[in-house]
T-cell receptor
Framework: RKEVEQDPGPFNVPEGATVAFNCTYS??????FFWYRQDCRKEPKLLMS???SGNEDGRFTAQLNRASQYISLLIRDSKLSDSATYLC??????????FGGGTRVLVKP | NAGVTQTPKFRVLKTGQSMTLLCAQD?????MYWYRQDPGMGLRLIHY???????AKGEVPDGYNVSRLKKQNFLLGLESAAPSQTSVYFC??????????????FGEGSWLTVV
């Protein structure tokens, strides 16, 4: 089993709709969690950190479920510009950063 | 406001040739990483460094060597390039000193083709 797993998608989303997807992790000692966005042929860029209590940044909401060991990302009112691959990143002690394989989201008119 | 800079951005190599990718960061970060990303796949860690003069193997280190002689630079070397090393290479860095230091910053990538 991979340490960090994501549904590769693609998630085909009508413009204006809501889409949500998860990232599961196997290391119960994981400490910090992040969502990164990667556009085609570009470098990943930080979208948002994921806090224990859940957090929101505009149309994006991130949640952490430690009991079930997953994080989630929800995008409301999807825009065409939200089309990208979303990578989850899990940080554990010992300087170990692990990336998920990414979830591809395609927002269509 | 350079951040993380990688050179070269594009390179075509013949099988058996050697080359070095340079990563430079101007943020005084302690930790630096080299990843490769193949089509449809996630990022795989090649080597990393937790400070000047230190290096460690990641998930896929075979065929690569690294050096961190200066804090701001992290070099990735291919001694004898193979077609399986055709990939996009990303360098990244982070400070690691505070809880917010887990944010990782990436360079723009280096596209390498081995023919």
């Amino acid at each position: 089993r991979k340490e960090v797993e994501q549904d590769p998608g693609p998630f085909n989303v009508p413009e204006g709709a809501t889409v949500a997807f998860n990232c599961t992790y196997s290391n119960s000692a994981s400490q910090s969690f992040f969502w990164y966005r990667q556009d085609c042929r570009k470098e990943p860029k930080l979208l948002m950190s994921v806090y224990s209590s859940g957090n929101e940044d505009g149309r994006f909401t991130a949640q952490l479920n430690r009991a079930s060991q997953y994080i989630s990302l929800l995008i409301r009112d999807s825009k065409l510009s939200d089309s990208a691959t979303y990578l989850c990143v899990v940080y554990a002690a010992g300087n170990k950063l692990t990336f998920g394989g990414g979830t591809r989201v395609l927002v269509k008119p | 406001n350079a951040g993380v800079t990688q050179t070269p951005k594009f390179r075509v190599l013949k099988t058996g040739q050697s080359m070095t990718l340079l990563c430079a960061q101007d943020m005084n970060h302690e930790y630096m990483y080299w990843y490769r990303q193949d089509p449809g796949m996630g990022l795989r860690l090649i080597h990393y460094s937790v400070g000047e003069g230190t290096t460690a193997k990641g998930e896929v280190p075979d065929g690569y060597n690294v050096s961190r002689l200066k804090k701001q630079n992290f070099l990735l070397g291919l001694e004898s390039a193979a077609p399986s090393q055709t990939s996009v290479y990303f360098c990244a860095s982070r400070t690691g000193r505070t809880s917010s230091g887990n944010t990782i910053y990436f360079g723009e990538g280096s596209w390498l083709t081995v023919v």
